[in-house]
């Protein structure tokens, strides 16, 4: 889909509030408010947009622990496995396949060391898992739901 700098435009006070109003988005981006609703419309039909979503900050809710761990897995193991897999977990918030050793990244968050570990150990379990390697996050530095690059 071609989309011109309005469009990203539209995209990016989305992403910024979601709940913005058509007219208070038209008024940023010069265009009226059915003209950013028919392009808003268009970005949902062909897939640029997905949906829309609360963002919650996970601290807010009790899950204030997080780690990255790298997945090793046997031979075989297909993409589709590992994500079959890592959505068995409440605790995985992204899981990735990545290029050099590791075979999967997996994003967890939980509610404190005692939780990581119980979910840790829980994705060790998978049959396909030979090894993990983890890293807890001390601090998030910088996280953007989804960014566009700037036009």
Do not use: N
Request: hydrophobic share 45%; net charge positive; glycine share 6%.
């Amino acid at each position: 889909m071609q989309m011109d700098a309005v469009d990203q435009r539209i995209i990016a006070l989305l992403v910024a509030d979601a709940r913005a109003s058509y007219a208070d988005i038209g008024v940023k981006v010069s265009l009226s408010a059915p003209a950013v609703k028919r392009r808003v419309d268009r970005l949902r039909s062909t897939g640029v947009i997905k949906g829309f979503t609360a963002v919650i900050e996970p601290s807010a809710v009790g899950w204030t622990t997080e780690a990255f761990v790298e997945l090793f897995c046997t031979g075989r193991t297909t993409p589709a496995q590992i994500t079959v897999a890592t959505r068995r977990h409440p605790e995985v918030v992204g899981a990735y396949t990545v290029s050099g050793q590791a075979d999967a990244l997996v994003h967890l968050r939980a509610a404190d060391i005692g939780h990581l570990e119980q979910a840790l150990e829980r994705l060790r379990a998978e049959p396909f898992v030979t090894s993990t390697r983890s890293m807890v996050v001390l601090s998030r530095l910088v996280e953007t739901p989804t960014a566009i690059p700037a036009v």
